[in-house]
Every structure is written in C-alpha cells, then in structure tokens.
C-alpha cells in the first residue's frame, strides 16, 4: 500500500543546488527526448534554461569553492551528510539543517590532511554521518570547510544557501510560467503503483511527488537509503501525464535498449555491481562498502542500472534491497546474439 503527498511546487533549494552545479561546471543543457514529453514545452524550457546559463554571471569565487565538483560538489557533500534535502520544503530547510548539525557534539577537530580523525564526545552517540564526513574523496580544504562546518554550521551552511537562494527567483520564474503545463492529479495510488511496477519497484509506504523544473523532462524516482520511509518522484514540467497511460519505461525498441544496455556495462563499477547482484541481493551501503565507494556514487550508478532494466529495487521494512534483473539482461543479450549470427 503506498500513501500519496502531492506538492504543488518544486523543492527550490534543491532545483537551485542543480542549477548551480549546472552552471559552474559548464554542464550542457539536458536535452534527452523520451515518448511522454510534450515536446513543444520542452523545447521551450530547454531555449529558457539555456538563455539562463549564457547570462548568469557565475564567476564569484564562493560558487567556485562550494559548487565545483570533480566527484561530488562541497555544497551536495554537507547538505545532504545530515539532511535529505529531497524530503525539505524550502522555508524548513536551513532551520533544521543547523539543528541537525548542531546536534553533532565534538571535542575537538583535527583536519589538516584527509587521514586525520575527529574526537566525538564520549557523551554522544557515534553517528554514521560524520563517518561518511572523513571518508568522502574531495579535495582536503573542501573536506576542512566540511568538519569546521560541524561546529560552526551558519559560517559555511549560510554561505551555500545564499548563493542557493540568489538563483531561486529564476527557477521560480520558470515554473510560474509554465506550471499550468503539468497536472499531477495524475499521480493517484493506482497510477503511482504502475509505474514503480514498471521500473520494477516493489515499494510500499509514504511517497511525495513533486514537479521539477530543472529536470523538465524526466520522471525521475528518488530512493533514500538513509533508513527514511520517504520516496519522492520529480515529475519535468514536459511531462505529457496524458501519455504515460500504458507506458513501458524500458524501451520496447530493442535497439535502444541494447546501445543503453552496452554503455551502461562499459563503465566498470556498474559492472562490478552487478556482478555482486547476481550472487547476493544487497542495499547501498553493502555495495558501498563492498566497492569502497560513497553513498551517493553507489546511488547514481543504481539509477543508471535500474533505468537499463539490469537492476531492480524492493524495499524491505527503512532498507531498499537491489537484485539483478536477469530476465531483461538475458532478453537483450540474445537480442544481440542474434543480430550477429
């Protein structure tokens, strides 16, 4: 049984940690096409998001220092180390972020290189997050910036918001004016339940839906694996809810499915992966340690697995539990057999 929460606008500090990461690290434009878009909007977010990036002045240096990324930008790092930035509606946000990370007690902080370690007083709990702190590959200063940040939050938090805050009335802009496009009345408890089943997602429990304008043309599926019972999709403005009707999210075209099928397995962690699945069924954090990789690089790479059909997902009580998905592989594997016979 799934329970619906539909929101009648995007999440802004997460649309605007998108856009910034887009534009500081020169990031083109998604211009993906699927069967469910109407295409005329889309080409007209794209124009609009694009005049956005060439008139955005982006050379403050603290964009730089927060939002340039190599694996994983600063400002994604400490934001989403204490708080599902997914499941925060844009005037909670800031308050409960400090609060989270003022509840991590410390008796000092040593951070001159990646290798030294941060003395948690003995009266508070160990917490996983500040782990994930001294272990996360960025640069040193960025991970100096990040454990300073425990104990003084607002010096580095504010800073990231602000400039988070600076870009909001563009996509604010954005969605006004095209907001009257997308109709997520659509997404009802029957319809929400067809399409996890189609991107083979046995999930069950609380699940927010929310429109997107950065992702204008994606229906994007969100798993947190932080022991939260929160699943959120973002539906693109582009969205054609009409068409999604009937819709199989794995291409009936098997060419498109073997050309994404071959560039999915040509990276070597996915296939590390997946070749872990077809022993054992694990969660994110067993692949995480099993390949000595964060949290969210195992995340971005299961998505790229699941949107393939090589992955499939279940939940099982705050745990989603991935397995390889045989059946598909095999169906697109003699697919190619065949044509090379």
């Known amino acids: 049984m799934i329970k619906i929460k539909c929101y009648k606008k995007p999440i802004y500090i997460l649309e605007g940690l998108n856009l910034l990461s887009m ?53 994604t790092c400490l934001l989403n180390s204490f708080t599902d930035i997914f499941a925060l509606e844009k005037d909670d946000y800031p308050e409960l972020l400090y609060a989270k990370i003022e509840s991590f007690k410390t008796k000092k902080i040593e951070a001159i290189t990646i290798g030294q370690h941060l003395d948690i007083d003995d009266s508070s709990e160990k917490n996983d997050s500040l782990n994930e702190l001294l272990n996360l590959r960025i640069d040193d200063g960025d991970k100096i910036r990040l454990l300073k940040a425990i104990n003084d939050p607002k010096a580095y938090v ?9 870009v909001i009335p563009l996509i604010e802009d954005l969605f006004s004016k095209y907001q009257a496009s997308l109709d997520l009345d659509y997404f009802d408890e029957e319809n929400t339940a067809r399409l996890l089943k ?64 071959i560039k999915v397995i040509n990276d070597k962690s996915k296939l590390k992966i997946i070749e872990l699945l077809k022993e054992n069924e694990m969660y994110g954090a067993q692949l995480a340690h099993a390949l000595n990789l964060k949290t969210p690089t195992i995340s971005y790479h299961i998505d790229a697995l699941m949107n393939a059909g090589i992955v ?21 594997i003699e697919y190619l057999k065949n044509k090379l016979s």
Request: aromatic letters at 6%; one cysteine or more; glycine letters at 2%.
């Open 158 to 166: 504010e800073q990231i918001l602000e400039q988070i805050k600076a």
């Open 23 to 75: 534009l500081v690290n020169d990031q083109a434009i998604n211009n993906n096409r699927n069967n469910v878009l109407n295409m005329e909007l889309a080409d007209k977010i794209e124009a609009d998001l694009d005049d956005i990036k060439q008139k955005t002045d982006i050379q403050h240096p603290e964009l730089f220092k927060y939002f340039n990324h190599t694996k994983a930008s600063l400002a």
């Open 312 to 332: 499939s997902a279940r939940r099982d009580n705050n745990r989603i539990h991935y397995t390889y998905n045989k059946e598909n592989c095999l169906q697109i």
């Open 198 to 261: 189609e991107v083979n997602c046995d999930i069950t429990g609380s699940i927010d839906i929310m429109p997107s304008v950065l992702h204008y043309n994606s229906l994007m599926l969100n798993i947190n694996d932080k022991g939260s019972s929160k699943i959120s999709i973002h539906c693109g403005l582009a969205i054609d809810v009409d068409k999604l009707n009937g819709v199989h999210f794995f291409n009936d075209d098997m060419e498109a499915r073997l050309e994404n099928f």
